[in-house]
């Protein structure tokens, strides 16, 4: 069984800690690989080479790093089949869904090719007499990542290009379940001319990552995971004086109007709510309906649910893959148990799911919950797996009042015919990402992505033009240049503009 080793200083290492873990395919339900678990030691070889590479690579000009990066981005389209593949293995997402994964990630890399454009500062022409300023941006030295297990291309790739772009270097600790796709990502780069130590990898679980928030000599922390986790990261890197962003869970609503076209709504509401297996921190998980259009819907949903064939990501015939860990099926099972013990009606039940010829793999059927309620587990908890919940409203404020009340405030949707209910919706949700007619509203790489109250911790959200404010800190220079003979208008009161 092949291991999946750390990246560090330009090549592979196993580093010094003999721990191993399992990555698993969920499909089959059993080991496919196993990862190196990292330790303090290797964190701090890890950081020495990126201190080391950041003398350089900071004073690389911007011609010479957007030419690393336009071949790193041709590569990646040319391995779009293979991280795609080394994702779905791990992950157990369909062949297709991980090849927009990627291409979402290499359109971050686009984005950066820009970078010169991004990093242009201010001039002021005489501030005061014969006084100009200017400022301008510098990178902050070593940035580290810590990634969750459901993008294992994508949301890493939320953070490093933009690093690495401003002149940082970067040290990433990937989700140990998904460690594959980063690993081939290390190799781009070094094929794309990136010198070594400027990019590393070190893999592991909760040791690795606390050694990167106490690490003196790390500059930043840029989390994507849990709620609980990001929490932590927040407060701890926060107390080591980092610069952190730390993006956590969700529970994205969908609000259902009466004047929404309903098959185009169902439409929707499937494939946001059960695309990879609803492990998506953008994925529908509540829907709320608005007035006499429940019914409908919720028969609308169920019919299509029908089409949906569970089955291994790598199979063509796939549209939905198994959920990620024996863990996650027995938490998410235990929801469904839970919501349906407190009164939810269960419409279409993906209990007691068997895939043939994959029997022990990870796998829950498609799952519609009806007649939910804010105080059920089914609500309160993000489940991050293949369940609808369906609450109902009477109107577009309570059903406003009641996304509002919700702690997480990732992502939401209307549906609507109304350009004045899309207008009110958009003005007083308490939501970072919002779709109008659009389920899974991510920003495009030149936006930039977070969330609102737990759903992110840190004021800057990632990637576009945020991120580039995260990965670089301001000068501004105020500059006189005085003829010999000029009087120095020096004096000891305060410098005000003359
Ligand atoms: P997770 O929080 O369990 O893990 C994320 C990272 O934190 C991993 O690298 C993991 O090794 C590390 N980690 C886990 N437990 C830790 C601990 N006790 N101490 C220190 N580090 C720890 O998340 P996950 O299960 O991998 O991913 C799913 C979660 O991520 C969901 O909650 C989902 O909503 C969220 N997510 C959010 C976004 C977003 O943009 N807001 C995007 C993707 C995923």
Redesign the pocket.
Known sequence: MRTIEHWIGGSATAGGGDRTGDVFDPAQGRPQAQVRMGTRDDVDTAVAAARAAFADWSQTSLSARVQILFRFRELLVQHTDELARLTALEHGKTLDDAKGEVVRGREVVDFVCGIPQLLKGEFTEQASGGVDSHSFRQPLGVCAG??????PVM?PM?MHPVAIACGNTFVL?????VPGASELVARLYAEAGLPDGVFNIVN???E???AL?DHPDIDSVS????????R??HERAGLAGKRVQA????KNHAVVMPDADLDFTADHLVAAGYGSAG????AISAVVAVGPVADALVDKVRERTADISVGPGVAAASSMGPV?SAA?KERVLGYIDQGEKDGAKVVVDGRGLTVEGNEEGFFVGPTLLDNVTTDMSVYTD?I?GPVLVVLRASTLDEALALINANPYG?GTAVFTSSGEVARTFQREVQVGMIGINVPIPVPMSYYS???WKD??FGDHH?HGPEGVRFYTRAKVVTTRWPHVSEDSLAHLNFPTAQ
């Open positions: 810590i990634t969750p297990f459901n993008f949301v939320w600790k990937p989700s140990e379940r592991g679980d909760k690795v990552v606390d928030l989390f994507v995971g849990s709620t609980p986790i990001a932590y990261v993006l956590g869970g969700a492990q998506r921190c953008m990620v996650s993000e991050f990732n992505f977070g969330g759903s992110m990632i």
